[in-house]
């Protein structure tokens, strides 16, 4: 078993910034794709950014592109999202999550993943 803790979330305003970590514990030997997913109030969770154990690989929602960054630091087993110019639409519940795959691959389905955190909020206001 994987154990997924994630933090860094909270309120900003529009235009802010934030950085949201996920710290694996539990089986983290071998290799796992990594993801962050979200979920707005009344809406379903929906993908927004993966990457592959390497760091080498990695995929963005069209929604996110070029205002979040993924990485992953696997010494400190701890996956990150940065993100930069947040806007009210990005407000949700932030999920990491991790499924064992090889080393340059990423997922980007829900049910690809067998392991998730509890979420973080983040919360941007206008």
């Known amino acids: 078993q994987v154990q997924l803790v994630e933090s860094g979330g909270g309120l900003v305003q529009a235009g802010g910034s934030l950085r949201l970590s996920c710290a694996a514990s539990?089986?983290?030997?071998?290799?796992?794709?990594m993801g962050w997913f979200r979920q707005a109030p009344g809406k379903e969770r929906e993908f927004v950014s993966a990457?592959?154990?390497?760091?080498?690989?990695?995929f963005y929602a069209d929604s996110v592109k070029g205002r979040f960054t993924i990485s992953v630091d696997n010494a400190k087993h701890t996956l990150y999202l940065q993100m930069h110019r947040l806007e009210p639409e990005d407000t949700a519940v932030y999920y990491c999550?991790?499924?064992?795959?090889?080393?340059?691959?990423?997922?980007?389905?829900?049910?690809?993943?067998?392991?998730w955190g509890q979420g973080t909020q983040v919360t941007v206001s206008s």
């Open positions: 999550a991790a499924e064992r795959a090889n080393p340059e691959s990423y997922y980007t389905q829900l049910y690809e993943y067998d392991y």
């Open positions: 539990g089986r983290t030997f071998g290799t796992y794709a």
């Open positions: 990457i592959s154990w390497s760091g080498f690989n990695t």
